[in-house]
Structures are given as C-alpha cells and as structure tokens.
T-cell receptor, first 112, second 113 residues
Framework: AQTIHQWPVAEIKAVGSPLSLGCTIK??????LYWYWQATGGTLQQLFYSITVGQVESVVQLNLSASRPKDDQFILSTEKLLLSHSGFYLC???????????FGEGSKLTVL | QQKVQQSPESLTVSEGAMASLNCTFS??????FRWYRQHSAKGLEVLVSIFSDGEKEEGRFTAHLNRANLHVSLHIREPQPSDSAVYLCAVSRTNSAGNKLTFGIGTRVLVRP
C-alpha cells in the first residue's frame, strides 16, 4: 500500500529564518508529486509539481522553492520566511496521467 | 483562469438528514471533478470523483455533474457526526500542465446528533 509522510507536523518560525518541509512517498515508483498551500481561511493553491527526479515546475511565485532529490522525496524550502508564508502545506502524489491526487496529512507553519 | 465557487459557506444538518453541497466552475472544458473532505487542519480524503454528466455514488456520497450548467453537487446520505468537516470541490482538466486541481474555498458541514 502507498503511504505518504510529511514532516514536520507543525513549525513555528521567525520571519527571516529558513524553512524546509519534507514529503516521502512509499509504495509507488515514479509518482507525480505536488506541493499545495492553504492560507488560513483561504483556498488550496498548487505551488509546485514534479513529474520526475530533478525536475520541478513552479506554479505560483511565493518566494519558495522545491526540489526532488530522490524519486520518493519532495522538499519545499526557503532561505527567508515571510509572514505571508504562514499556512498549511500539503504534499500530494498521483499516478502519471491520472488526475486523482492523494494527499499527506500536512504541515502547519506559523511565521511570527 | 478557472474559478471554483462553493455554496453554502457552512451547513448544519441533523444526523440522518440529507446534506447537499454545491460547486460551480467557470471553465467549460473541465472534465475532472472531485469532492474531498478535510477534518480540521488535516490531510484531504477523496470522497467521489466524476468525469461525465450524471450521477456517481460512492457509499453515502453522491456527486451530480451538469457540465452545461457548470455545476457539480455533492449529497451526503444519512450524515453522521463524524462527517463534520470541510468539504472541498476540486476541478481540473485531463492532461493540463501539472495536473492542476483548482479548489473551491469549501463548505463547512456540522452534523448534529
């Protein structure tokens, strides 16, 4: 069975500090991977997607970056957090050519 | 750019009564429609996916799609308190770049015992 694990579950960080959020998918080879973000009270927005190792496409510019160092790993990061980065970050995977997305449990980020 | 709107914003129903949620979208070429559920600050659980006009049932959840009216709905039969959550409509188009889902803001459902 496929599992998707996100870390950390929650973070409280200072403005200007770095951030790294991670996501690992087990049980599925070469999935498409996605990062979504949900501001408090806002809609879910797709931030990045990746169809293969080393390849990441940006969908929305939020002064964040993403990388896919391994087939089963997707990392979201920034060197300097902004207050506006607060929210809930969800990682998801899908099979190639299949629109069904399967989401992780999310990481809650609070920037102070 | 795709716009997805959901109504009502919130809904309170009694246990066992039918709950009905609405979703409208703006891009008439959309052909993938999914309803997700999100319990407070948790991940999303897919409830039902529908790709052609008509009805699709998954357990107690039924989606109705009318692409001509740019409308998809979700009906929850015999809702239980554990169904209390935010329900999200997601719309996409096959083979769109990045398999991008556009979400509505959600309907918050509260099921009273």
């Amino acid at each position: 069975a496929q599992t998707i694990h996100q870390w950390p579950v929650a973070e409280i960080k200072a403005v200007g500090s770095p951030l790294s959020l991670g996501c690992t998918i087990k049980g599925k080879s070469s999935p498409n991977l996605y990062w979504y973000w949900q501001a408090t009270g806002g809609t879910l927005q797709q931030l990045f997607y990746s169809i293969t190792v080393g390849q990441v496409e940006s969908v929305v510019q939020l002064n964040l970056s993403a990388s896919r160092p391994k087939d089963d790993q997707f990392i979201l990061s920034t060197e300097k957090l902004l207050l506006s980065h607060s929210g809930f970050y969800l990682c998801a995977w899908s099979l190639v050519g299949d629109g069904q997305l399967y989401f992780g449990e999310g990481s809650k980020l609070t920037v102070l | 750019q795709q716009k997805v709107q959901q109504s009502p914003e919130s809904l309170t129903v009694s246990e066992g009564a039918m709950a009905s949620l609405n979703c409208t979208f703006s891009d008439g070429t959309s052909n993938n429609f999914r309803w997700y559920r999100q319990h407070s600050a948790k991940g999303l659980e897919v409830l039902v996916s529908i790709f052609s006009d008509g009805e699709k049932e998954e357990g107690r959840f039924t989606a109705h799609l009318n692409r001509a009216n740019l409308h998809v709905s979700l009906h929850i039969r015999e809702p239980q308190p554990s169904d209390s959550a935010v329900y999200l409509c997601a719309v996409s188009r096959t083979n769109s770049a990045g398999n991008k889902l556009t979400f509505g803001i959600g309907t918050r459902v509260l099921v009273r015992p």
